[in-house]
């Protein structure tokens, strides 16, 4: 049983940057980056390997970078250039596979309990 807890979340105005962090209690294979937007579907913001293999959604893209430290079990959100439309809870989650490192919600099963970020325009 993996835990993860996410940290860093808070109130920006749009252009802004913020940083969240996830604290893992071990080591997984895959952790990842959700997101759920007010009366949304979660949805994936992207993933790293512990091998470094990252992967972005389209709507951040070029905008958020993700990073970890495998020593410390970190997993890592930089977000720069924040639009309105990025306000959601954002998620920290795991998967031990490598199959299983996705942008679908059902492939990880471990998961944070959440921290909000809210970009004014």
């Known amino acids: 049983q993996v835990q993860l807890v996410e940290s860093g979340g808070g109130s920006v105005q749009a252009g802004g940057s913020l940083r969240l962090s996830c604290a893992a209690s071990?080591?997984?294979?895959?952790m990842a980056w959700f997101r759920q937007a007010p009366g949304k579907e979660r949805e994936g913001v992207g993933y790293m390997t512990t091998g470094g293999t990252i992967f972005y959604a389209n709507s951040v893209k070029g905008r958020f970078t993700i990073s970890r430290d495998n020593i410390k079990n970190f997993l890592y959100l930089q977000m720069d250039s924040l639009k309105p439309e990025d306000t959601a809870v954002y998620y920290c989650?795991?998967?031990?596979?490598?199959?299983?490192?996705?942008?679908?919600?059902?492939?990880?099963?471990?998961w944070g309990q959440g921290t909000q970020v809210t970009v004014s325009s």
């Open positions: 989650a795991a998967a031990a596979a490598p199959k299983l490192c996705t942008l679908r919600e059902y492939d990880h099963n471990y």
């Open positions: 071990g080591s997984t294979y895959c």
